[in-house]
Antibody
């Protein structure tokens, strides 16, 4: 059974940093691309970042050098380093597997971890 | 990269069919057959319902179908059921500076 479990969220002040983690199991993590998607309270889904199995990386325009995606295949883990956090970065952050069949096929999602940016 | 445009809400009675539109541009929806749809119940993670415009993952009811014409993709739910009441989001691959873009989301209400 495929499982994705996010952790690392919490309350942080504006300008602060957090590192989110996503522990993967039930599939060959090293072979699959992964994404981070976020959702502000009461708002819609917003794609954040993507990393392929070979290390190709893409970010949403709003990231603007503040966030860094990475992976550790030995630990079956995905990460998102959040720096220079702003109020508008508040929300639930989901990791999602990219199925590998074409594009835009996020077939498994974690339960999310809540990031709250507030003074 | 602007979000794809969806109607804020769509409603229907049990047994009816409804269609949700997702309008993008010639750089995303219109350029590729890489459109997916996600269902999200309150407090839950999104669930993939349709990928590659019209393909259903294993386990998804055949009451859900997808299509595309030009820059607009559509999700149709036939035989509407109470359990279909949820938020729905489209997503497209894009050749813009990013990779993916989501729609604004549609709340489906079963009357």
């Amino acid at each position: 059974e495929v499982q994705l479990v996010e952790s690392g969220g919490g309350l942080v002040q504006p300008g602060g940093s957090l590192r989110l983690s996503c522990a993967a199991s039930g599939f060959t993590f090293s072979s699959d691309s992964m994404n981070w998607v976020r959702q502000a309270p009461g708002k819609g889904l917003e794609w954040v970042s993507y990393i392929s199995s070979s290390g190709s990386i893409y970010y949403a325009d709003f990231v603007r050098g503040r966030f860094t995606i990475s992976r550790d295949n030995a630990k079956n883990s995905l990460y998102l380093q959040l720096n220079s956090l702003r109020d508008e970065d508040t929300g639930v952050y989901y990791c999602a597997r990219d199925s590998g069949s074409g594009w835009s096929n996020l077939d498994y999602w974690g339960q999310g971890t809540l990031v709250t940016v507030s003074s | 990269q602007s979000a794809l445009t969806q109607p804020a809400s769509v409603s229907g009675s049990p047994g009816q069919s409804i269609t949700i539109s997702c309008t993008g541009t010639s750089s995303d929806v219109g350029a590729y057959n890489y459109v997916s749809w996600y269902q999200q119940h309150p407090g839950k993670a999104p669930k993939l319902m349709i990928y590659d415009v019209s393909n259903r993952p294993s386990g998804v009811s055949n009451r859900f179908s997808g299509s595309k014409s030009g820059n607009t993709a559509s999700l149709t739910i036939s035989g509407l059921q109470a359990e279909d009441e949820a938020d729905y989001y489209c997503n497209s691959y894009t050749r813009g500076s990013t990779l993916y873009v989501f729609g604004t989301g549609t709340k489906v209400t079963v009357l």
